[in-house]
């Protein structure tokens, strides 16, 4: 529950959350927050956090998804998540050329990695409905994904390769 005396609306940095979540969060008691233009408090447990905001709005995730998603895959989310490791074994820290997955519309996900330390490929089966799209993806954002997902399968929806996708449950 929630009392305050006035509605707003910051950015706080995730350091600062995160500090206020392991200090004070744990304590179970009250938080008192109170916030300027350019700082914000935190009082409770003992602590008290002082943090400047991030300034500007925090970024409206809902108008970074395309509305027009031409691609749907619906995915196993453990055999997805072996392929891509299996694929991207020789990108190093040094090379990170992404990994190039193709959602091909006779239901079969196409992933290739090229580095100079050579070439991976490997494929999976999956339902896949609308167009063909080929897209890069940074290998690690899209396991952090997948392992977060919670699910057995994901869907993942896409609009063109150089738009956003969404991972949602089924």
Known sequence: PIQAKKDISVVVPAKTASEVSRLIGGAGGSVQVDASNRFIVFSGGGY?????LV???????RTAL????RTKA????STFEKSIERCSVIITERVKNPLRITFEEEGKIKIRCQ?????VSDSLEAEITGEKVEIGFNYRYLL??????GCDQVVMEMGSSLSPIKI???
């Open 74 to 77: 619906v995915v196993d989310v």
């Open 144 to 149: 952090d994904a997948l392992r977060n997902s």
């Open 66 to 69: 395309p509305k027009d998603m």
């Open 55 to 61: 300034e500007g709005e925090f970024l409206n995730w």
């Open 48 to 52: 008290t956090i002082i943090s400047r």
């Open 168 to 170: 949602v449950p089924p």
């Open 115 to 119: 580095t100079a330390l050579g070439k």
